[in-house]
């Protein structure tokens, strides 16, 4: 019953919509909407190269969000830095009361990945950030479909709130729970997204909610030879810790994921190890199954601590939630997609793309552009995000871009060569006009506005969301 009432919201949403498109001043308010980015661009992709080069990862994105909140303010936004107590964070406003409708913006990178602009590896800056998940991208496109919106109000054309959310750290502590728990998205009626990608669809699977912590061992150190019954390795429980959690993989299910990197193991081959560091992250297709994995591996900590007669201490770091779908937002993106039609590649950008994929042994795809009709509702198949949180709070409607070559590998220099060039540019403006436009729907025609909300409600059922981070702000992973 759940699943008619879901499709008749979408079906009447479309209709609704199709009703819309039909006059002719909204029609002259999307064109106008086009004319803006294209009056934009030059300023929007430089701002976006000038983020890539900054390529500044989780927590430490001063100029990347100065370059964005600057460029806000300069186009009479009302910028609040800090937000969330969280320095790179911010929040830029425009116009005043209902609706509000919010759109997220990310612009951190990823470490250890940076690359040239072109097609083979090569280092910018030899073990330095890189923007492989196209938050260069993201954070100014969506700004850019702000000012376009603000520029509507502005006119008199629309009326209400438009509000851009600087969110920094998602690679890595995920900033949006913090700002979700400061109640940033309370008043939102609608919040907007999108993700750089390599294909352009209106977005309707959800993603891998997740929990990340810290496992810090302390034992007694001795001589590894002379006098090893003095000691009581903390390697040793950490040992055995990893051992569980890898035995534990059998009697998962399928959609688990089990992570860790070991980030301190002792000094010396001759002394039994005092200390040991490690950093997990399990995940699964929602909060709930994930918290299942996360009370096992909490035992495990125990018992290794036991067997090796050490200490232990376990450090939350963060946990985020799946995302919520929105297929009536869904339907009204992909009437704005289709309106714009294909993204078009020169034969050097689409030659620029097959060196990559040869580079990384890839089939030769090129770029792919095509529309694609709404896929089903479908769950997480593998990446996570912290725009989960977002759509626990407020309905959130999404749509990805082509940004990369088609099927290359993600958070790789193989990205980090697309995101700073013309393929990553074509695809951020493409976005920024799909966004505006469909913003402009949803101020433009309060039952659209109703239809997002409706879905949301019947989705979301009687759940309690509670955000799972530690007390205080976030802190850099260590």
Known sequence: ???????????????????????????????????????????????????????????????????????????????????????????????????????LGEFDANPGISQKKQPTKDPLVKGAAGHGCGHNLYGTGSLGAAIAIKEMIESGEISGTVRFYGTPAEETIFAKVWMVRAGLFDDVDVCMDWH????????????????????????????????????????????????????????????????????????????????????????????????????????????????????YEMELISGIYEIMPNRFGAGIIQENIESLGEIQYTEDEINYANTILKETGKELKGIDSKIRPIRPTLPAQGGSTDVGDVSQVVPVVRMRATAAAKDGPWHSWAVVACTGMSIGHKGMIYASKALAMTMLDLYKNPKLIDGVKKEFIERIGDRVYVPQIPPGPPKLVD
């Open 196 to 311: 750089p990608s390599d294909e352009v669809e209106a977005a309707t699977q959800s993603s891998k909610a997740l929990v990340d912590f810290r496992l810090r061992f302390y034992g007694d150190a001795s001589h590894a030879s002379g006098d090893p019954w003095n000691g009581n390795s903390a390697v040793d429980a950490m040992e055995l810790y990893t051992t569980g959690l890898n035995y534990y993989r059998e009697h998962v299910r399928p959609t688990a994921r089990i992570h860790y990197d070991i980030e301190k193991a002792g000094d010396v081959v001759n002394v039994v190890p005092d200390f040991a560091q490690i950093w997990t992250r399990l995940r699964e297709n929602d909060k709930e199954n994930v918290n299942i994995l996360y009370e096992r591996a909490k035992k495990m900590a125990e018992a290794a601590s036991m067997m090796a007669n050490v200490d």
């Open 1 to 103: 019953m759940k699943r008619i009432s879901l499709l008749m919201t979408l079906i009447l949403g479309v209709i609704t919509f199709t009703d819309t498109l039909s006059q002719g001043k909204v029609s002259k308010n999307k064109k106008a909407i086009i004319s803006s980015l294209e009056a934009h661009k030059d300023r929007l992709i430089e701002i976006s190269d000038n983020i890539w080069e900054a390529a500044e990862p989780a927590l430490l994105e001063f100029k990347s969000s100065k370059y964005l909140s600057d460029y806000a303010e300069e186009n009479g936004f009302r910028v609040t830095r800090g937000v969330a107590e969280i320095p790179t964070a911010f929040v830029a406003e425009f116009g005043s009361g209902k609706p509000v409708i919010g759109i």
